[in-house]
């Protein structure tokens, strides 16, 4: 079955230094990977998503994510982070064509709420 | 700003009653996604339509429907609502001509049944 999981419920970082929010997946055959953001009473707004070639991705707003296929990790990351950054933040997964029935859904983690400190 | 639009933003009402939320994709977007998000089962798949079909469906109760209409906006139909159906629904769209397309998500109908 497809899972992702975001293993820490909240990341608790100072302003001006470098996040990572965790996140590892579980899909039968080649994943697709993508990070969304939700900032409160808004909906969710697309990041970066990973789908072949380079495995660092590059995203709006300063972030990245490293894709690590042996791991099966998919982690945002961003240099130095803002207080403007702390929301609610998602990794979700959507499986290759053949192995998902030709499904589009994204199968979402749980969220990690990031709390970035002035 | 995503592009996809929803109304109402918010929505209050009683056990069994029957309410309609509605979606407009993106301009030039044929897929409409539907997703519940709740405190206990976080953001769920619910249906997704493709240029008015049916295409996938997930954890979507029998008492909800949906459909995509010719001029390409959904409607999600939520009937006999319980205390549980409490939820912040969104809707998603994208291009759909490749498999890896983006879902551009809406800003959210929140439900409150009381």
């Known amino acids: 079955a497809q899972s992702v999981a975001q293993p820490e419920d909240q990341v608790n970082v100072a302003e001006g230094n470098p996040l990572t929010v965790k996140c590892t997946y579980s899909v039968s055959g080649n994943p697709y990977l993508f990070w969304y953001v939700q900032y409160p009473n808004r909906g969710l707004q697309f990041l970066l998503k990973?789908?072949?070639?380079?495995?660092l991705v590059k995203g709006s707003y300063g972030f990245e994510a490293e894709f690590n296929k042996s791991q099966t990790s998919f982690h945002l990351k961003k240099p130095s982070a803002l207080v403007s950054d702390s929301a609610l933040y998602f990794c979700?997964?959507?499986?290759?064509?053949?192995?998902?029935?030709?499904?589009?859904?994204?199968?979402f983690g749980a969220g990690t709420r990031l709390a970035v400190h002035p | 700003d995503s592009g996809v639009t929803q109304t109402p933003k918010h929505l209050i009402t009683a056990t069994g009653q029957r309410v309609t939320l509605r979606c407009s994709p993106r301009s030039g977007d044929l897929s409409v996604y539907w997703y519940q998000q709740s405190l206990d089962q976080g953001l769920q798949f619910l249906i997704q339509?493709?240029?008015?079909?049916?295409?996938a469906k997930g954890n979507i109760l029998e008492r909800f429907s949906a459909q995509q209409f010719p001029d390409l906006h959904s409607e999600l139909n939520l009937s006999s609502l319980e205390l549980g159906d409490s939820a912040l629904y969104f809707c998603?769209?994208?291009?759909?001509?490749?498999?890896?397309?983006?879902?551009?998500f809406g800003p959210g109908t929140r439900l409150t049944v009381l």
């Open positions: 998603a769209s994208s291009v759909d001509r490749v498999y890896t397309d983006t879902q551009y």
């Open positions: 990973y789908i072949t070639g380079d495995n």
């Open positions: 339509y493709y240029n008015g079909e049916e295409r």
């Open positions: 979700a997964v959507r499986a290759s064509f053949m192995f998902s029935g030709g499904y589009n859904k994204l199968i």
